[in-house]
């Protein structure tokens, strides 16, 4: 029986999604909470493995399991036995051909950036951008750019053999008082694609990097010296379509 979930987690205190040696994850909370109502160890695997401090709101994984359950059963199992900081909010019976990352066809991040003062009360869940003199017009145009087909080599710290052609559908932003919502949707996302291209973006609108710099590079004609990455705590996997 495969079972596919959704769930909501605060990036905070973890080390991010994938287990890993003496450090907090996620998969390590929900598999363990999982050892527990099926009483063997089960492997779960999710849509993408976001980075210590990134949140979710619409995380999807999956898991096989040879016991049915009551998929509403198996909700309140799951959250009485994880911690505060995850929360299942749906599951339901998957196809066996289902996978969470490969049968996926698009996926939806939010960066939130606040250009304003300072509150040590958001500092986990917003990014506050304290260089003055920002271009918010040349900012949006500068994030246009990457709509579409291209090759993000130069915008990922991914490995060199990973096939680095991504297709983004669309970018979009709500601007709130002095913080923007820059909403970001695509086939899939190389490590740290979203954070280096909004970096990169907001270079452009201090005057740091031109338009045609961004255009280059993503002809494959110029690399950008050094890509700059923002910190993980304004990103959110939002939604995941399939």
């Given at each position: 029986m495969r079972y596919k979930c959704t769930c909501r987690y605060d990036g905070a205190l973890f080390h991010g999604?994938?287990?890993?040696?003496?450090?907090?994850s996620v998969q390590e909370e929900i598999e363990r909470a999982l050892l527990l109502i099926f009483k063997k160890p089960t492997r779960i695997h999710p849509a993408g493995r976001t980075d210590a401090?990134?949140?979710?709101?619409?995380?999807?994984?999956?898991?096989?399991?040879?016991?049915?359950?009551?998929?509403?059963?198996l909700i309140r199992?799951?959250?009485?036995?994880?911690?505060?900081?995850?929360?299942?909010?749906?599951?339901?019976?998957?196809?066996?051909?289902?996978?969470?990352?490969y049968s996926a066809k698009s996926k939806e991040y939010h960066y939130i950036l606040d250009f304003g003062t300072y509150n040590p009360l958001f500092r986990n869940y917003r990014h506050?951008?304290?260089?003055?003199?920002?271009?918010?017009?040349?900012?949006?145009?500068?994030?246009?750019?990457?709509?579409?087909?291209?090759?993000?080599?130069?915008?990922?710290r991914s490995k060199a053999a990973e096939n680095t052609t991504r297709e983004i559908y669309r970018v979009g932003f709500e601007w709130e008082g002095s913080a923007v919502k820059v909403i970001i949707v695509g086939n899939g996302f190389l490590h740290n694609m979203i954070r280096i291209i909004i970096a990169t973006a907001l270079e452009v609108a201090r005057g740091k990097k031109t338009l045609d710099d961004i255009r280059k590079s993503l002809a494959g004609k110029a690399p950008l010296p050094a890509p700059k990455k923002l910190p993980p705590n304004g990103l959110y996997l939002v939604k995941i379509d399939y």
């Open positions: 999604f994938q287990i890993q040696k003496n450090a907090r401090g990134v949140h979710a709101l619409g995380q999807v994984f999956h898991f096989d399991a040879d016991l049915e359950i009551k998929t509403s059963s199992a799951m959250n009485s036995r994880l911690p505060e900081d995850v929360h299942i909010t749906a599951v339901e019976r998957a196809n066996d051909d289902f996978h969470a990352r506050y951008y304290r260089y003055p003199r920002v271009d918010y017009r040349l900012f949006e145009e500068a994030m246009l750019l990457f709509v579409g087909r291209h090759d993000f080599r130069y915008f990922s």
